[in-house]
């Protein structure tokens, strides 16, 4: 899936039950009492506000939560090409495929097919690596390591709006305050190595929503939500981070139980679903 069906998905469902969407209106600040400044200087009065806004979270900094950051020696590449499947010839080209190198350089891709058209590229480098990290890519370096995939990363090297993202981890003492919670890359940013950040923003704002309707005031039903849910998320994090210090992923084989506790979590019943 990639993220424009997912937000289309998602802004769909909201206007259908009457959200009130509002673009081009950045939040700046907000208050426990539950005040939201925007860039504009208006001020609105919220029951709850939900901080939602990335690792770089307004939000958050203007309260002032007490946070760790750190930033991994690695960082990524995201892309959507063409498939190119004829050009690519015979080959398991409708899997998931993740492929390491270490030699002469360290290099990676994810590649995921998306659908009979898109392919999603992950391309990981160091950040000390001025040519692995370069966007738009340089394209020399990729195909000397991945020959094979030179018809994508022909492609992906067209691609002028291309980014390269540091890994990055946010730790915070808390994700409540008063009548403010956070969620996402605001509340608890963590390396991608399990695939997890969106995951776990979704099913925590899920969480959410069954807290509140369960709890008897907003500030009480907050602090029940973090005591239930964190867990889960602290301990995909930290593993998730130890994953991308140490390029375990290359290893294969390294989704354990351990690691599929947040994928495998189903806030519908509250419980964990192992396989049979």
Partial sequence: MTRSHLHDALVNRARALGVDIRVNSEAVAAD??????????????????????GVGSKV???IGFKQDRWISKDGLIRLIVPRMKKELGHGEWDNTIDM???WPRVQRILYSPCNENELYLGLMAPAADPRGSAVPIDLEVWVEMFPFLEPCLVEAAKLKTARYDKYETTKLDSWTRGKVALVGDAAHAMCPALAQGAGCAMVNAFSLSQDLEAGSSVEDALVD???????VTDR??????????????SKG???TPAALEAARYDPLRRVFSWPQ
Wanted: negative net charge; contains cysteine.
């Fill in 225 to 231: 939500w973090e005591k239930r849910i964190r867990p």
């Fill in 32 to 53: 426990p009492e539950g005040r939201l400044t925007l860039q504009t200087g208006e001020v609105l009065e919220a029951d709850l506000i939900v901080g939602a806004d």
């Fill in 253 to 255: 084989n390294m989704f």
């Fill in 236 to 249: 995909c994090q930290a593993l998730s981070g130890d994953y991308a210090a140490n390029r375990s992923l």
């Fill in 60 to 62: 958050r900094d203007s």
């Fill in 100 to 102: 390491w190198n270490f």
